[in-house]
């Protein structure tokens, strides 16, 4: 990428692409540091619009993004505005390859990767919580089941290392409860 982004000027977005953007309003004449290479624009250059990092001939392709944006429609020196004055669409004959340009990934050796304290389960999926959950069914045991939980704070979690605490889910309503309320969606 560009330089630093206090200073940044202009982005590239891939390291092959033909031009940059720009970030911020660019004044003919101005020099501007891409990647190292300094660029002294030809033309002024509105925020979010490319100037060429290279020079291109009439008819030739013009890169952004890795991928062909257009065709330059006369010939195109670095440091030009490009736009719609010099690029234009032409159709395009594409290759269909699959994964012909995947870079080779170069992966965090296994003793330095980041690890976690979590819990594997059998589905392969993994959690980093393992709460035990009192649920009271009903009014007269919201109590019991906010005592249970209370109990296994502090010293008693100790005896179960596997858990990290115990919750109370607790609701108001009795045995009667109301079948469509929010209690009965939260138990």
């Not at 389960?121 to 009192?134: C, G």
């Amino acid at each position: 990428m560009s330089d630093s982004c206090e200073f940044q000027q202009a982005v590239v977005l891939r390291p092959d692409d033909d031009v940059a953007v720009a970030v911020k309003p660019l004044k003919a004449g101005e020099t501007i540091p891409v990647d190292g290479v300094e660029v002294t624009l030809r033309q002024d250059v509105p925020p979010g619009h490319k100037f060429a990092l290279r020079a291109a001939a009439e008819d030739a392709p013009i890169h952004k993004y890795g991928q062909i944006i257009g065709f330059a429609t006369r010939d195109v020196a670095v440091g030009d505005h490009v736009h719609t004055h010099n690029l234009a669409v032409k159709p395009i004959s594409f290759d269909y390859e699959y994964s012909t340009a995947v870079p080779e990934v170069a992966y965090v050796p296994e003793s330095e990767r980041a690890t976690f304290q979590g819990i594997s389960r059998p589905n392969r999926q993994v959690a980093t919580r393992n709460y035990l959950a009192v649920v009271s069914t009903v009014n007269c045991s919201a109590s019991v089941s906010r005592y249970i939980a209370e109990r296994f704070r502090g010293e008693a979690l100790k005896a179960f290392p596997n858990i990290d605490g115990v919750v109370a889910f607790t609701h108001k309503a009795g045995c009667a409860m109301n079948i469509n309320g929010a209690d009965l969606a939260l138990l």
